[in-house]
């Protein structure tokens, strides 16, 4: 089984039925994986904190939402995390393509990938960090946690967990 | 008009519905002319309502009715796209077009310049986009919720602004009995 489809059947497996998107080619597969569920709705976001919008009406109104980003986007929706998600108390899982981390290519990316961690922890947002693919087997916990303390979790999934560029 | 009048006059076809009001003073004059479960009102993240309120219509099938700015909608852009392509007939997005930020002082947006935000909703591809003067809000409204279509209506008044109390109510409780009025 494929490394994004194990992805995807954990988000199944734990009533996942509304994912928000921004394109990745990391997670690539996982976006595949998740527009070919029938179980899900997926729904392409222009911009990440239009996305965890989403996320929260989406959630009000009884489905379980995830959204699946880039780091980057970490800078791009403090004030949405902060001011909504955290203010009003819901659960996000956040499966985030950890750019900028070893095997990067793209020197700019590491300038946000310095600061992804230290971010998230001013946010006290409780951060995962996949290095190896054994370490996504941790996936269906850190799901269940998320919608067990209604908060924003990060899944931070780097170039050495997805095998390289 | 302006936006207050509007919301009180619409209050009682608002009522029956849910409804996400905007940041600041949209949400600030719902809760003082009408506070009901079925309002969640947004206490920060300003450009989002048309987002939250998409999301819930996508997720249930009640009417739900997200009460935007046209400031708030420059803001996220990017959600009249993401609107036309996924289509929920339970959703309206009213946009109060006043032309001006009302809650920082009535500075100018664009849309009371060049940019006609009735042209750019249907660009983007949104399908039932109606624009009305002020006065005829309450009808442009009931048709828009009996057509069971998704709908985008602009409705164009003046701006101005009059004073309200700041919600005090706690976050948690507004999302919880706005899912709680869902769920009933």
Known sequence: ?165 | MIRSEILKEIAPILRPHLVVCNIGLPSQEMHMIDDQPTNFYMLGTMGLASSIGLGVALAQDKTVISIDGDGSVLTNLGTLPTIANNVADNFILMIIDNGSYGSTGDQPTYAGKKTNLTDVARACGCENVVEVQDKDTGAALEAAIASKKMTILVVKCDSGNVKVPVITKDPVVIRDRFMNAIAS
């Open chain 1, 1 to 165: 089984m494929s490394i994004s489809t194990q992805i995807v059947d954990d988000m199944v497996a734990n009533g996942i039925n509304f994912v928000t998107t921004v394109p990745c080619k990391q997670l690539g597969g996982v976006i595949d994986e998740v527009e070919a569920r029938p179980e899900i709705y997926h729904i392409p976001s222009n911009k990440e904190d239009e996305g965890m919008g989403l996320c929260a009406g989406a959630f009000m109104g009884g489905k379980r939402p995830c959204i699946i980003m880039q780091n980057t986007a970490i800078g791009v929706t403090i004030n949405t995390l902060v001011t909504l998600t955290q203010f009003y108390r819901m659960p996000l899982p956040m499966l985030i393509s950890y750019r900028g981390e070893l095997l990067e290519p793209v020197a700019c990316q590491v300038e946000m990938a310095v600061h992804t961690k230290a971010l998230l922890a001013q946010l006290n947002i409780p951060t995962y960090h996949f290095h190896h693919q054994d370490d996504a087997k941790e996936l269906d916990a850190i799901l269940k946690y998320t919608f067990m303390c209604n908060k924003p979790v990060a899944i931070l999934t780097d170039a050495t967990f997805w095998g390289g560029y």
